[in-house]
Structures are given as C-alpha cells and as structure tokens.
C-alpha cells in the first residue's frame, strides 16, 4: 500500500484493511506526513501493532521480481 498522508489517510486504511483480515504491506518510504517525527510514529504503530508489515520500495521491488539482496 501507498498513500500520501501518513497520519490520518495511510493508518485509517492499514487499520480498515487489518479489520477485514486483509494482510498488509505498507511501503513505508512512499507515504509522508507533515513532519519527520510524525511520520516516524505513524511508521512504529503501524508496524509495532501488527496492522502491516513495514518495508522500503526497494525491497518490495526486489521481494516482487523474485531476487534476493
């Protein structure tokens, strides 16, 4: 998943996608909040909660064509 507003659009639908069983990966690197630190916690929450599996775009990249790094 990605989105542009960490803080309110990205959780809110990590949150209603984990309601609905769905298995999520967030591309932490493509999403953004107002400040560094805000998106940082929006980032731990996500990830320490257990609502998505954090990972860069470069290694969902690398996951998807099948390489290793």
Known sequence: ???????????????????RDLEVTLLGDCCAARTPRLHEIGIEVMRDCGFA???AVADFARHQ????P
């Not at 998943?1 to 309601?19: F, L, Q």
């Open 1 to 19: 998943m990605m989105k542009a507003s960490m803080v309110i659009c990205v959780e809110t639908t990590v949150r209603s996608a984990t309601m």
């Open 53 to 55: 599996e954090v990972v």
């Open 65 to 68: 064509s099948g390489t290793r």
